[in-house]
């Protein structure tokens, strides 16, 4: 049974950092795309990045070019996010899911995390 597990949010000021990880079991990463989504209360869910394993490569949605890194432990089957200079704008719930399709957009992702709150605020 695939499971995924965000955790790591929380409140934050303007300009702080959060790692977020995502913890898969079940199944091994080497075939798949991980992303991460958010969304924010009366918005749709929208991608902020991907990795993808099957070409390793990764993108990012543009307003957090620069200050969100995506990465992976495969040993720990775990795929972080790490956040800085975070603004109010970052509010929302944030999601990681897999995919067969290295994309940004949510429709095309198959397994989903819980979600975990981020809170950008002073």
């Known amino acids: 049974q695939v499971q995924l597990a965000e955790s790591g949010g929380g409140l934050v000021r303007p300009g702080g950092s959060l790692r977020l990880s995502c913890a898969v079991s079940g199944f091994t990463l080497n075939d798949w795309n991980i992303g991460w989504f958010r969304q924010a209360p009366g918005k749709e869910r929208e991608g902020i990045s991907y990795?993808?394993?099957?070409?390793?490569?990764?993108q990012y949605l543009g307003s957090v070019k620069g200050r969100f890194t995506i990465s992976i432990d495969k040993a720990k089957n775990t795929v972080y996010l790490q956040m800085n200079s975070l603004k109010s704008e970052d509010t929302a719930v944030y999601y990681c899911?897999?995919?067969?399709?290295?994309?940004?957009?949510?429709?095309?992702?198959?397994?989903w995390g819980q979600g975990t709150q981020v809170t950008v605020s002073t």
């Open positions: 990795i993808s394993m099957p070409w390793g490569g990764t």
């Open positions: 899911g897999l995919g067969m399709i290295a994309t940004l957009d949510p429709q095309s992702y198959t397994y």
